[in-house]
């Protein structure tokens, strides 16, 4: 008896395009609606929609889709800035006014704390806002070459580890929005394929190039990177892997942006800064606010980093104590005081996730606590903050689902949450950074 191939429902339905009513947004900003009794995922649309969906992907409890066109739109839609939007995977909220997306955001931190018991309602300020689009000072340019040696040169595509290539980023500050056909013209005239891994680009007091160089750089290459240079008007470094070498051996690069009360932060090319440079100083503006700083104040920063935070403080305490966990950071920010003439700072290197309580810093007497971590939180370094009994913690936070978690350890110390707001630091996107001042 022969047999004959019939198609799954599930291979059928893939393909089709099938009109749906979109009812709300999961917690990464991406459209839901319901499509066989289950739920359906559209990136770029917004609830109350009803849009015209090609079926791309079925799984047994949800599908994807991919928008083909917005039939009834929402009063939160605007128009999209970038020409690769929902192709990029920078972005993901380009589709909705700056209103709705810090909604969003405000409404995602709230729901994340509701799922950790906080049953309270959260305090909510003013949020910090600076532009919306050309305020990201750096970005890392990734570099894919094909089979023929063609290099593609952008950012990673939506849910891909493949590039797409980028001819603009309005997110990106001027003149850096505009760099990429200018650098995809000069790889097309170096020397060899697979060469430059990528390319970091940074603008602070100047625009400065960091690329990744994977083979010996010839004199030819090094003359195209001298011209590239000069029309651009940027510096250009070269890291080889083991160390990170200028262009002109002569020319010393520094690397430096400067905050208010003319305090200047000298940076090493591979040390983490904010991007945003408008809403970073409307952060620390802020944070020395609500802290209320005064004279007699010793404060302890958690993950100083560079001491963003640290240098400020010192200007209007007793003293100030940064805990950094790389080492390199915690040199840079021994000196960056020293540059400034600050000499009531203290640094330290300590692996805040693990045991710290017997370290010297960890014997003093603290007023305030500000920390800073990175998106994994700092629910081990809390877990040991008893002992510290200090009156006021500030909270910067990178992820809004370990700040909920965090959140639910300092109530239980005796803390209650005085205020919070976001910070609006990557506008378009679904990222969020928060504020939270804890007292006890």
């Known amino acids: 008896m022969a047999n004959f191939f019939k198609a799954t429902t599930k291979k059928q339905q893939l393909g089709q395009e099938v009109k749906i009513k979109v ?9 839901v ?26 799984k047994n409890k949800y599908s994807r889709g991919k928008l083909v066109e917005v039939q009834s739109a929402s009063e939160q839609r605007v128009e999209a800035q970038c020409q690769h939007f929902l192709t990029c995977g920078g972005c993901d909220l380009q589709h909705m006014t700056p209103a709705a997306q810090l909604d969003f955001k405000q409404q995602k931190v709230s729901d994340l704390f509701s799922r ?6 959260l305090p909510w300020q003013d949020p910090i806002q600076g532009q919306s689009w050309h305020y990201r000072r750096k970005a890392r340019i990734g570099v894919q070459y094909n089979k023929t040696g063609q290099a593609t040169t952008g950012f990673r595509q939506r849910g891909s580890n493949h590039l797409i290539n980028i001819k603009n980023c309005p997110v990106l500050i001027e003149p850096l929005n505009n760099i990429f056909s200018p650098l995809k013209a000069l790889l097309k005239k170096l020397s060899g394929t697979n060469t430059i891994g990528h390319i970091e680009v940074i603008a602070t007091e100047t625009v400065t190039l960091v690329v990744r160089q994977l083979a010996k750089l010839t004199q030819q290459d090094k003359c195209h990177w001298q011209a590239f240079s000069d029309d651009f008007s940027c510096d250009v470094l070269f890291d080889l892997g083991n160390e990170i070498t200028p262009l002109n051996e002569a020319t010393s690069v520094k690397l430096k942006y400067l905050l208010d009360d003319n305090i200047e932060v000298a940076f090493s090319s591979d040390n983490f800064i904010q991007v945003n440079h408008e ?9 020395l606010k609500w802290l209320n700083l005064n004279e007699q104040d010793v404060v302890l920063d958690l993950f100083c980093g560079l001491g963003n935070f640290s240098l400020p403080i010192a200007k209007n305490v007793s003293q100030v104590v940064g805990i950094e966990g790389v080492e390199l950071m915690v040199r840079n920010a021994a000196k960056n005081a020293l540059q400034n003439g600050l000499h009531n700072c203290e640094f330290y290197q300590a692996d805040l996730n693990n045991d710290w309580q017997g370290d010297v ?21 809390l877990q040991q903050l008893a002992h510290l009994n200090i009156e006021k913690v500030l909270y910067v936070s990178c992820d809004p689902a370990t700040l909920a978690k965090d959140s639910e350890l300092l ?6 949450i005085e205020k919070i707001s976001l910070m609006d630091m990557f506008s378009q996107t679904k990222h969020i950074e928060t504020m939270v001042l804890f007292v006890k």
């Not at 950790?116 to 309602?121: I, S």
């Not at 920390?371 to 629910?379: F, S």
Request: charged share 20%; proline share 5%; aromatic share 8%.
């Open 23 to 31: 009812t709300r947004l999961d917690m990464n900003g991406c459209g």
């Open 33 to 58: 609606g319901q499509y066989n009794k289950k739920p359906i995922f559209i990136d770029g649309t917004l609830p109350n929609e009803v849009v015209q969906v090609k079926v791309v992907e079925q």
């Open 116 to 121: 950790n018991n906080h049953v309270q309602p």
């Open 279 to 287: 809403v970073n100083k409307a952060m620390i503006t802020q944070a």
């Open 361 to 381: 810093w960890a014997k003093k007497k603290y007023s305030k606590l500000l920390l800073d971590p990175a998106r994994a939180g700092a629910y081990q370094a």
């Open 411 to 416: 109530l239980s110390q005796g803390y209650h």
